[in-house]
């Protein structure tokens, strides 16, 4: 476990030991994007002028990306079959999944699940890490049924990916119910959300989860 950013949130930490450690954004994708995602222009740019820059309401910055490798994945090298795996992944679900048994021994900086959310987020008098999720997402499912003309409510935070910096972004997976009765069925969403250290948070995407629970498990397969 480590702490990441200012905001201390406990993660898994992947060794960064070692020269060749990696870092992932999501355009490296054996070259077969030309646009940078939110994430990595953040990380390459002046992240001091971007602080006051609101991004744009439903605009993914995955969105026509798909994964080629441009070698075969059935390599004898289990690093290098883990770091095509998990890039994989990332650009499949849309930033929204990593399976951690795929995660590349070598990683210096990228997308990467948060665990434990249920232990306290920040102290032991705060909210927990779900609870603290569960927050940023209504705020995206809050514009979501502004612009829609909805009621959907939120239910319970599944799981959450997270990249960090001073513009950190959370991808979360959550169940709601899309109309008051207590028979509703729960139906998977997803949220993101950008929030500065500085302490500025914005709703970015909500949207039913292309990428149900079954699918995750066909996921982690490749």
């Not at 390599?75 to 995660?103: C, H, M, S």
């Not at 306290?120 to 514009?143: N, V």
Request: charge should be negative; aromatic fraction near 12%; include cysteine.
């Amino acid at each position: 476990m480590c702490i990441l950013s200012d905001a201390e949130v406990s993660v898994e930490c992947w060794s960064m030991g070692n020269s060749d450690a990696r870092r992932f954004g999501p355009e490296e994708d054996s070259g077969n994007s030309d646009s940078q995602s939110e994430e990595e222009e953040d990380s390459q740019s002046g992240e001091e002028e971007k602080d006051s820059s609101e991004p744009e309401w439903d605009k993914d910055s995955y969105d026509g990306r798909e994964y080629h490798s441009a070698e075969k994945e059935d390599t004898d090298e289990e690093a290098d079959l883990k770091w095509r795996r998990y890039k994989r992944q990332l650009i499949e679900t849309k930033g929204f999944f990593v399976d951690p048994e795929n995660k590349p021994p070598y990683f210096s900086m990228g997308i990467l699940p948060l665990v434990d959310l249920d232990d306290p987020f920040l102290d032991d008098e705060g909210p927990t890490t779900r609870e603290f999720c569960a927050d940023l997402a209504i705020l995206c499912l809050d514009k979501f049924n502004q612009h829609q003309g909805s009621s959907v409510q939120m239910e319970q935070v599944l799981w959450v990916n997270y990249f960090g910096g001073s513009r950190q972004y959370f991808y979360i997976t959550f169940v709601a119910k899309e109309f008051e009765s207590p028979d509703a069925p729960l139906v998977e969403y997803q949220a993101k959300v950008l929030r500065h250290t500085i302490g500025k948070t914005y709703p970015i995407l909500c949207r039913p989860s292309p990428n149900p629970t079954w699918m995750r498990e066909k996921l982690k397969l490749k």
